[in-house]
């Protein structure tokens, strides 16, 4: 007779046991529920929905469970400002990229008060995120914010001072969460299948190295002497981020054309497929203006012009292809469109897009292509209207 004391019986107790968690985690994180659903911080600021009604006021306790529950990618609103304002100062609407920064400068604050309140009083679900495959990539806004957000004060006041704190602030973060977060998900003993586990939000993996490698370009200059260190530090955080591009970019793809696509995995993070490579050919595009700076640079010329190049083309292989998918998914499926903070998310893509365009023109000498980002300009600033508008709603009515 079978008993679990048995070593077959407990080997075949140890599998079921981890299968059951295995179904518990894809419970727990099932995209099956609306993007929008759950708490929001934010949103319990001006009221909580109990049972379809709007409490105003929130209370204690639902303010607590909101905060418990912030999302580490809401720094992506501060990524999505920054660069909006930035592809404006380019194209010409300087007057709307200055307004731009204050409004940036208060996002900047608020969530980080937030995200450190909420590493006080919260520190054991700060650290279960970090284990978590949907949530932890999150994490890796803050890096990227903090240097579009250096970026964005260099361009618009000049003042390199608070660039340069914010760059190596970017750095010390960077460093941290990539070789915390992706040891974390190495080790963690339960983890999701592939199609629960991946998704267009792990390439802000990405996006992170090549905003440092953006500002520190810029910075280069004012570094004297240690120009050709810092073009250098720059030069091997952009080729090892495209390296971690081609890696995660192929998990997603496979994730995309093997594996049943519900209409609630398409989240808006999917559009970082193009934000990602826009950003390495924004990046890739510093490095070829400030070659003149860098016998090394100057010596790999002709192979930054041809990977830069190849980074925008995917990009825009990118676009046509996410828009069909945003038809299928809300258009066809009916899928319910709502706010949600990983909207800020795709908003950033389309700023990143505009503004690498017109660095390539400049980068290649190729003014006609300014053409794209002129137009491209228009369609950043209305996704960042809706999303700043779904927000407010958001705030007004919490729900």
Same mark, same amino acid.
């Given at each position: 007779?079978?008993?679990?004391?048995?070593?077959?019986?407990?080997?075949?107790?140890?599998?079921?046991?981890?299968?059951?968690?295995?179904?518990?985690?894809?419970?727990?994180?099932?995209?099956?529920?609306?993007?929008?659903?759950?708490?929001?911080?934010?949103?319990?600021?001006?009221?909580?929905?109990?049972?379809?009604?709007?409490?105003?006021?929130?209370?204690?306790?639902?303010?607590?469970?909101?905060?418990?529950?912030?999302?580490?990618?809401?720094?992506?609103?501060?990524?999505?400002?920054? %660069?909006?304002?930035?592809?404006?100062?380019?194209?010409?609407?300087?007057?709307?990229?200055?307004?731009?920064?204050?409004?940036?400068?208060?996002?900047?604050?608020?969530?980080?008060?937030?995200?450190?309140?909420? %590493?006080?009083? #919260?520190?054991?679900?700060?650290?279960?995120?970090?284990?978590?495959?949907?949530?932890?990539?999150?994490?890796?806004?803050?890096?990227?914010?903090?240097?579009?957000?250096?970026?964005?004060?260099?361009?618009?006041?000049?003042?390199?001072?608070?660039?340069?704190?914010?760059?190596?602030?970017?750095?010390?973060?960077?460093?941290?969460?990539?070789?915390?977060?992706?040891?974390?998900?190495?080790?963690?003993?339960?983890?999701?299948?592939?199609?629960?586990?991946?998704?267009?939000?792990?390439?802000?993996?990405?996006?992170?190295?090549?905003?440092?490698?953006?500002?520190?370009?810029?910075?280069?200059?004012?570094?004297?002497?240690?120009?050709?260190?810092?073009?250098?530090?720059?030069?091997?955080?952009?080729?090892?981020?495209?390296?971690?591009?081609?890696?995660?970019?192929?998990?997603?793809?496979?994730?995309?054309?093997?594996?049943?696509?519900?209409?609630?995995?398409?989240?808006?993070?999917?559009?970082?497929?193009?934000?990602?490579?826009?950003?390495?050919?924004?990046?890739?595009?510093?490095?070829?203006?400030?070659?003149?700076?860098?016998?090394?640079?100057?010596?790999?010329?002709? #192979?930054?012009?041809? #990977?830069?190049?190849?980074?925008?083309?995917?990009?825009?292989?990118?676009?046509?292809?996410?828009?069909?998918?945003?038809?299928?998914?809300?258009?066809?499926?009916? #899928?319910?469109?709502?706010?949600?903070?990983?909207?800020?998310?795709?908003?950033?893509?389309?700023?990143?897009?505009?503004?690498?365009?017109?660095?390539?023109?400049?980068?290649?000498?190729?003014?006609?292509?300014?053409?794209?980002?002129?137009?491209?300009?228009?369609?950043?600033?209305?996704?960042?209207?809706?999303?700043?508008?779904?927000?407010?709603?958001?705030?007004?009515?919490?729900?």
């Amino acid at each position: 007779m079978c008993t679990w004391r048995t070593t077959s019986c407990f080997l075949v107790r140890h599998r079921w046991l981890k299968q059951d968690r295995i179904r518990s985690y894809a419970y727990t994180h099932s995209t099956a529920r609306p993007s929008g659903a759950g708490p929001s911080v934010l949103a319990g600021l001006g009221g909580v929905t109990v049972r379809g009604q709007t409490v105003r006021g929130a209370t204690a306790p639902a303010r607590d469970s909101a905060l418990a529950d912030l999302h580490p990618a809401y720094f992506a609103m501060v990524m999505a400002t920054g %660069i909006v304002s930035i592809a404006s100062v380019l194209v010409g609407f300087r007057t709307l990229g200055e307004a731009l920064l204050p409004a940036n400068v208060i996002f900047a604050a608020v969530l980080a008060t937030l995200t450190l309140v909420r %590493i006080i009083r #919260f520190p054991a679900r700060v650290v279960a995120d970090l284990s978590d495959h949907r949530r932890a990539v999150g994490f890796f806004t803050l890096v990227a914010a903090t240097s579009v957000l250096g970026s964005q004060v260099l361009l618009v006041t000049e003042v390199r001072s608070i660039a340069i704190g914010l760059w190596i602030m970017a750095i010390v973060l960077w460093a941290a969460l990539t070789y915390g977060v992706f040891t974390a998900l190495t080790v963690t003993r339960v983890k999701p299948t592939l199609a629960e586990g991946i998704n267009g939000g792990w390439l802000v993996a990405v996006v992170a190295p090549q905003s440092i490698v953006v500002l520190g370009a810029q910075l280069a200059s004012g570094f004297g002497a240690y120009q050709q260190e810092v073009l250098f530090f720059c030069l091997t955080m952009w080729l090892g981020a495209g390296m971690l591009y081609i890696w995660i970019i192929s998990l997603i793809f496979y994730r995309y054309t093997f594996f049943v696509l519900e209409p609630s995995d398409l989240a808006p993070p999917y559009w970082i497929n193009m934000g990602a490579v826009a950003i390495s050919t924004l990046a890739g595009s510093f490095l070829v203006l400030e070659a003149q700076r860098s016998a090394l640079l100057a010596q790999l010329l002709p #192979f930054l012009k041809g #990977f830069t190049l190849l980074f925008w083309a995917t990009a825009t292989w990118w676009i046509p292809m996410l828009v069909i998918l945003g038809i299928w998914r809300h258009g066809i499926q009916r #899928f319910p469109l709502r706010y949600d903070p990983l909207y800020w998310g795709a908003v950033f893509p389309l700023g990143m897009y505009t503004a690498c365009t017109w660095r390539l023109s400049e980068a290649l000498t190729l003014p006609s292509l300014t053409a794209i980002p002129r137009v491209f300009i228009f369609v950043a600033l209305t996704a960042w209207i809706l999303t700043f508008a779904g927000l407010v709603h958001r705030l007004v009515s919490g729900r």
